[in-house]
């Protein structure tokens, strides 16, 4: 690759729009979301520093839409050295025995069946060297998190798996644990809490990313 590419899945707000502005102008981020809005708000940032953006507004859940989109990564730059994972459905809160439907398939839709197809998917164009970072929630097994908990802790028990299998052949898996932040998804859950005790994505994405060793 003659330039770092960075996939961002969910980048159209939130913890993954901090993050993929933050990695520009050092990566080529493509950003994947579902609000063309939001993705169009971050180009402008990447722009305004000197950075560069292809804007994918597509629904993960559609395994053709994201076959499309790794097969054209890989013809115009024949892999990536970066996938940022951070796209969720967050379905309010709700007692076990009073799980919405619709809400309860979106969320195993977006939340486990969308990674799992992503994984292979993206897997070739990680290669070896690249590395794959994964988003932890501890929310799981709490009570009124039955969508969300239950989905998105399967999502990182896939991850972990990746992450065992890989350990000697590559692609790097990591999984990093954010801070509670103030985003939609957290309005979602906490409609009236008080924002000030919550980090900013922003900051958030600078520690993570510290961490990480990519800033």
Not at 8 to 31: C, K, M, N, W
Not at 38 to 66: H, N, Q, S
Not at 70 to 85: P, Q
Not at 167 to 172: D, F, L, S, Y
Request: glycine fraction near 10%.
């Amino acid at each position: 690759m003659s330039e770092k590419i960075a996939l961002v899945t969910g980048a159209s707000r939130g913890l993954g729009f901090a993050l993929a502005d933050a990695l520009a102008p050092e990566y080529h981020i493509v950003a994947v979301g579902r609000t063309v809005g939001g993705l169009e708000d971050l180009d402008d940032r990447i722009k305004a520093k000197g950075g560069a953006a292809t804007l994918a507004p597509m629904d993960i859940t559609k395994p053709e839409a994201m076959a499309q989109l790794c097969r054209s990564v890989w013809d115009r730059w024949g892999g990536i050295a970066l996938w940022l994972h951070t796209a969720v459905h967050a379905a309010p809160l709700a007692p076990a025995n009073h799980l919405d439907q619709k809400d309860w398939a979106k969320s195993i839709a977006t939340n486990l069946t969308a990674t799992g197809v992503l994984i292979p998917y993206i897997t070739p164009l990680l290669g070896a060297e690249g590395r794959a970072v994964f988003f932890e929630d501890d929310h799981a097994g709490q009570r009124f998190y039955g969508h969300y908990g239950t989905t998105k802790g399967a999502q990182i028990a896939l991850a972990r798996s990746w992450q065992a299998e890989t350990v000697k052949t590559g692609p790097k898996v990591e999984i990093v644990s954010p801070k509670p932040m103030h985003t939609t998804t957290r309005v979602v859950f906490h409609p009236g809490e008080d924002k000030t005790v919550l980090a900013s994505p922003y900051a958030e994405a600078a520690r993570l990313l510290g961490e990480l060793g990519l800033t």
